[in-house]
């Protein structure tokens, strides 16, 4: 597993951004996609129908943007994942201080989408804020619940994936710093 500081061991054409809900895994596929010339889709807008249903064709929709020779996307969704982990070549994983760093944006940017009824996906918006409180799926307290599922689900994936390179980035300034650095020069 590599650190922001450590060269990347070739060009990377196929990319996943993990993390817990918040992390900031959308917004660091688009500047990885930026800078790599692949297409940034977002897995939230494949997976979510008209009233938060998961869309039927969300798998295949999936490999349909993987079949594109470069492309970056986040590495969520059960079904998704395998399909996703074995044709990626680099994986950025996500793991900021939850306390401090996550939960209060991801709570910060529930808020924000609900009062500007921002659409996310297919006409979706956020629910009402105090779904919090009775909704086991909430944004913000999934998050919670699965702060720690990636200290499980990532560490092996080098082994079973021996084409992925991980590299795990552990505050904002670590995130600078791999841009700015290793991604840069590996793109030249």
Not at 21 to 34: D, E, F, P, V
């Amino acid at each position: 597993m590599l650190s922001c500081h450590d060269a990347l061991p070739h060009r990377p054409r196929r990319v996943l951004v993990a993390g817990v809900s918040g992390a900031g895994k959308t917004t660091l596929a688009r500047r990885i996609a930026a800078v790599t010339g692949g297409r940034h889709t977002e897995i939230d807008a494949l997976y979510h129908g008209p009233g938060w249903i998961p869309r039927p064709d969300f798998v295949d929709d999936v490999r349909a943007f993987m079949a594109d020779e470069a492309w970056t996307t986040e590495w969520q969704y059960t079904a998704a994942r395998p399909l996703l982990a074995e044709q990626a070549d680099l994986l950025v994983w996500l793991d900021l201080p939850f306390l401090r760093v996550t939960l209060p944006r991801v709570v910060w940017r529930t808020i924000r989408r609900r009062i500007q009824r921002s659409e996310l996906w297919n006409g979706n918006i956020e629910p009402p804020l105090r779904t919090i409180l009775t909704n086991r799926g909430h944004v913000v307290r999934w998050a919670i619940s699965t702060r720690n599922t990636y200290r499980q689900r990532v560490p092996p994936l080098e082994a079973r994936y021996p084409q992925l390179v991980v590299v795990r980035l552990r505050s904002q300034r670590a995130v600078e710093q791999w841009l700015a650095g290793a991604l840069s020069r590996a793109t030249l």
